[in-house]
């Protein structure tokens, strides 16, 4: 056992601080960035550039051929960095399908643009009446010669507003005995004319939910992934594929190093004690960085056991119960260190779906804490809800 | 990075396990804690066979070249089976500090330690010092080459069963100065020493030691002892990080096979979702433990600082998390849980007494924010 990186593991690490350094430099970083398609696209495009936009990949695909520890160094650099994270979509989500189960001609029109940003895709999994018990979905395809004629709804469909195509699961055949048959995995062009985009407008103000609505939508048969009527095999290739940094544990690192320096800035406090000396607070901070080390040792040992060939497996519902759990915690302490000034609700002055407010007030850090404590809240509930990882716990792993 | 055991790390396990299997069952320890000794000087010895003793120690003195790894390896399965035998306190507290010092003391006693041949204490407690390993009120008196130690010290692990003792006292400063305290070696049979020897409520034997001049030589350097004995208690709780891991792992095998045997309004309880769901978060609980065990066994060998936050973390964590799936645990068995007649309940109590020992969640916590600067103030 030596848990010290090896020296070709610090070499990487320089490396890719050194790439860091260029391509998201300091006055990027520190959430200076807005979120918005094109500073997103920028930073994919970047990675994409030097060929660090799909690590797991097969390298015959355009993946880079680094183990896990190599994977969790880059991920680790870049949360320090504040860079955005991936978004799944692409990258952990319809590519893996299309290389595993495309044909040739769909892995050469889709697989380019999918690693270089010129497709953004998003999800279309979930229904109004199919959220955990995902197979009961609803949305049909009917065949009607070369096309399919899709009808139904998605919702929960992440970025949907940018996104260029979307990947959905699809009922072909209603008569199917089990509700996992008869469901095929099509991609559909978010331009073809049926398609209307309803935004969700989440608790704080956010605009990352959509629904997605399809009215005799034509698809043509060729965008078909696989097998008609095989796609749940292909859903739960891909759920079980969802798990690259599912923990978000660098992310919460980073956060706790600005909760730190928040609550011991002498300028929010003036000559009253600052927060880091109230022994509560204190408390709060050090059992979260005592769990927060816990978990990522489990990720790495996690890690290990897949670099020697063991696979992950229904580990990874740990991993993402423990960090979702986590991260809420960490946004309500920043909530609390915003004192009061976490009330005024003046996040994006001007967002159109936020209601009107005028000025802003207070440290800048605490506009938009409660929004984001808020927006939090999703974690424990997607991906499969904490509930949901623990029946999986009890069932795959205990055999309950 | 490597978590991988070696061949013979895994050859350790594998022989311990099975041997503990065969010989070590809940009946087989039931006897064991109900006798008169409080221990079984046969299992000692079949285990200094197996090697366990010899583990840590210098191939020089008779040991296996082995280190902190290999003690987690054996504190585990140790742990599995709630063996209530002093590998801890010779081995692991003792044996720590007689290879720091080295020297004839550790030539002479070493040797003995690994063939299985002496059972050693460490008494570092005092009746006030709850945990802080700096208070101590006991005092050593030097005359010529010779020390006489008086005080009292609690709640010592192995004290009746101990051939020998190390104790700490001070020979100079106040009670709670850092400066001034040495190690001493003291024979529990020597004029001036008495045992009031006890069980713990989980079962294993210690005793209150009363020094009333009590002859006592000198081991490592005089009045600095303290740095000694804060590394073997970093590393007795960097061993019982393992063997909570080894409780907490059991607990949840236990668990998980009572409640798929009782049922209820004609189900097997263990398809109850609000029971699974329990289950799985102490099997998470027990994950994660394990991981906390591992970092800190890694960073058992690191300088005095690192060693102490990774120590302090593991304290924390397994005092937290080993409550919870031994209360969970005894829950989960109904009222079955809270009777002596179920292995259950024992590794329960021995859950709760690991938390105590050594510091329990709440003093360590506040160690960590005290050694990363969280925390300023020394209240």
Redesign the interface.
Known sequence: ??????DR?EAFRQEVKAFLDEAWPAEKRGSKTEFTRDNYLDWHRKLHARGWIAPAWPEEYGGTGWTP?QRYIFDKECAAADAFPILPFNISMVGPVIYTFGSDEQKERFLPPTLSGDIWWCQGYSEPGAGSDLASLRTRAVRDGDDYIVNGSKTWTTLAQYADWIFCLVRTDPNAGKKQQGISFLLIDMKSPGITVRPIITLGGDHEVNEVFFENVRVPADNLVGQENQGWTYAKFLLTHERSNIAGVHQSWRALDRL?QIAADKDLYGDAPSL??D?DF??R???T???L???E??E??AL?REE?GGGMGP?SS?LK??GTEIQQRISHMFLDAAGTYGLPFQRELGHKEAPPSNSQVGPDFAVETAARYFNMRKTTIYGGTN?I???I??KM???? | ?????TDEQEMIRESLSRFLRDRYDFEARGKIIRSEAGWNPEVWGQLAELGLMAVPFAEAHGGLDGGP?DIMVVMEELGRALVVEPYLPTVVLAGSILQAVGGTVAEELIPQIAGGELVMGLAYAEPRSRYDLFHVETTAEKTGDAYALAGHKSVVLAAPLAGRLIVSARTDGGTRDRDGIGLFLVDPQADGVTVKDYRTIDGFAAGDVILDKAPATLIGTQGEGLALLEMAVDRGIIACAAEMTGLAKRM?ELT?DY??QREQFGVPL??Q?VL??T???M??AG??????A??A??LADADPEERAKAAA?AK??IGKTGKFVGEAAVQLHGGMGITEEMAIGHYFMHATMLDTLFGNRDYH?RR??ML?G???DA?
């Open positions: 056992m030596d848990l010290k990186f090896s593991e520890t730190k880091m000396e022994a204190v408390r901070i050090a059992e960085e005592i769990d080390t816990a978990l040792f489990t790495l040992r290990a020697s580990e740990l119960i423990r509930e990882q623990r029946n716990i009890a792993i205990l055999g309950l | 990075m490597n978590f991988d055991l790894t949840t998980v409640t798929r263990s398809k979702q699974q769901h289950m799985a978060d099997f998470m994950e994660e433990m394990k991981s906390m591992v970092r066994t890694a973390m924390v964590f916590q960590y924010e990363t969280l925390r300023k209240a």
